[in-house]
């Protein structure tokens, strides 16, 4: 009965005029108020070998994924990076994250992942991992063909550190920020043009801190304050930008790259 009833209901609808119902697109009146889906680069460290790398971030059971993953050496003697995810999909490598105005950032962004131990505790001290210069020189090609695609930003090629300061610390201190920045790629400031200050830490003003940190994309909020969020998100932007020193703690040269970086990408 219902087959019938379907063969019937089919038969008795009225075809459509193809052409009556044709669609013209016209696109001759362009909109400027847009902007590009991808807006950030986010670099990771993976805190695994490769085997297992591959294996956490294809695995179907876990929810978590890369678009590139860089290893540590060349792979049968080819300079190769893994693609796992396609750029216009959205790999979940950021989680709960933000940065310049923008939540959830598997949303807008790009992620790769870099084969790296991360670091190990000893004896009360941290050993952070190196990363090779082959890596870094992948890194460096790859990210270039994503800025370009997209347009990105100086200041938005960052860290997961940097977009989630409270629960993650990648790449860490041993990632040549400088680098990649003297290859064309992502931010740094201007060494001649940082004053050197011998006023004490007690001068400086948190809330004007706390104002720049969130200018130049942190998420903090302004209370005026030198708490655990405001030393969380300093240490993150210390190891970013002066990875010798990355206590946390407020201090003129870390002040004085802040206002520099601030002046240098976002003065316009």
């Given at each position: 009965w219902?087959?019938k009833?379907a063969s019937?209901?089919?038969?008795?609808?009225p075809?459509?005029?193809?052409?009556?119902?044709?669609?013209?697109?016209?696109n001759k009146?362009?909109?400027?108020?847009y902007?590009?889906r991808?807006?950030?680069?986010?670099?990771?460290?993976?805190?695994?070998?490769?085997?297992?790398?591959?294996q956490?971030?294809t695995?179907?059971?876990?929810?978590?994924?890369?678009?590139y993953?860089?290893?540590?050496?060349?792979?049968?003697?080819e300079?190769k990076?893994y693609q796992?995810?396609q750029?216009?999909?959205?790999?979940?490598?950021?989680?709960?994250?933000?940065w310049q105005?923008?939540y959830n950032?598997n949303?807008s962004s790009?992620?790769?992942?870099?084969v790296?131990?991360?670091y190990q505790d000893?004896?009360?001290?941290r050993?952070?991992f190196?990363?090779?210069?082959?890596?870094?020189?992948?890194?460096?090609?790859?990210?270039k063909?994503?800025?370009?695609?997209?347009?990105?930003?100086?200041s938005?090629?960052?860290?997961?550190?940097?977009i989630?300061?409270?629960r993650?610390v990648d790449?860490?201190p041993?990632?040549?920020?400088?680098?990649?920045?003297?290859?064309?790629?992502g931010a740094?400031?201007?060494?001649n043009?940082?004053?050197?200050?011998?006023?004490?830490?007690?001068?400086?003003n948190?809330?004007?801190?706390?104002?720049?940190l969130k200018?130049?994309?942190y998420?903090?909020?302004?209370t005026?304050?030198?708490?655990?969020?405001?030393?969380?998100?300093?240490?993150?932007?210390?190891?970013?930008?002066r990875?010798?020193?990355y206590s946390?703690k407020?201090?003129?040269?870390?002040?004085?790259?802040?206002?520099?970086?601030?002046?240098?990408?976002?003065?316009?």
């Amino acid at each position: 009965w219902l087959l019938k009833q379907a063969s019937l209901k089919t038969r008795n609808t009225p075809m459509l005029d193809a052409k009556k119902y044709e669609l013209i697109i016209d696109n001759k009146h362009p909109s400027p108020n847009y902007n590009q889906r991808i807006s950030t680069l986010v670099l990771h460290y993976t805190a695994l070998d490769l085997k297992t790398s591959l294996q956490v971030l294809t695995d179907p059971k876990k929810a978590v994924s890369a678009h590139y993953l860089v290893p540590e050496t060349s792979i049968n003697q080819e300079r190769k990076v893994y693609q796992l995810v396609q750029e216009d999909k959205r790999a979940y490598h950021a989680g709960k994250s933000y940065w310049q105005g923008r939540y959830n950032l598997n949303d807008s962004s790009i992620g790769i992942e870099i084969v790296n131990l991360g670091y190990q505790d000893e004896n009360g001290k941290r050993k952070w991992f190196p990363f090779s210069d082959y890596q870094i020189m992948s890194v460096i090609t790859l990210s270039k063909l994503i800025i370009d695609r997209y347009q990105i930003h100086p200041s938005c090629i960052i860290g997961h550190s940097d977009i989630a300061p409270n629960r993650k610390v990648d790449p860490g201190p041993l990632f040549p920020w400088q680098t990649l920045y003297e290859h064309g790629i992502g931010a740094w400031f201007d060494e001649n043009e940082i004053a050197i200050s011998n006023a004490t830490s007690n001068d400086i003003n948190i809330l004007s801190l706390q104002k720049d940190l969130k200018i130049y994309g942190y998420d903090i909020e302004l209370t005026g304050k030198l708490d655990i969020q405001t030393q969380t998100i300093l240490q993150a932007f210390q190891m970013h930008f002066r990875p010798k020193d990355y206590s946390g703690k407020p201090d003129f040269q870390t002040c004085a790259i802040l206002k520099n970086l601030i002046q240098k990408y976002f003065s316009k």
